[in-house]
Nanobody, 119 residues
Framework: QVQLVESGGGLAQPGGSLTLSCVVSGVNFRVMDMGWYRQAPGLERELVAAVNGAGTVRYDGAVKGRFAINRDNFKNTVYLQMNSLKVEDTAVYYC???????WGRGDYLGRGTQVTVSA
């Protein structure tokens, strides 16, 4: 059974930082593409960051330069470091794993963690 468990969400001020973590079990973590989606109220879920098994990363333009994704294959954990947070970063953030099918096709998702950016 595949499980992805996120932690680290919460409230931050504009310009602040948060780090999300996601522990994965039930799959061969090393070969999985790992990513973070987010979904704000009334909007579609969007992929904001991803890292494949080789360590190649990609970012959505809205977060590039502010967010960093990295993975620890020994801990079966993927992280999302979020810096210079903006109000528009407020969303539920979902950890995702994909066995190389391409994002949006057969993703495994966690339950999500709320990130709220507000003064």
């Amino acid at each position: 059974q595949v499980q992805l468990v996120e932690s680290g969400g919460g409230l931050a001020q504009p310009g602040g930082s948060l780090t999300l973590s996601c522990v994965v079990s039930g799959v061969n973590f090393r070969v999985m593409d790992m990513g973070w989606y987010r979904q704000a109220p009334g909007l579609e879920r969007e992929l904001v960051a991803a890292v494949n098994g080789a360590g190649t990363v990609r970012y959505d333009g809205a977060v590039k330069g502010r967010f960093a994704i990295n993975r620890d294959n020994f801990k079966n954990t993927v992280y999302l470091q979020m810096n210079s947070l903006k109000v528009e970063d407020t969303a539920v953030y979902y950890c995702a794993a994909n066995p190389g099918r391409g994002w949006g096709r057969g993703d495994y998702l966690g339950r999500g963690t709320q990130v709220t950016v507000s003064a």
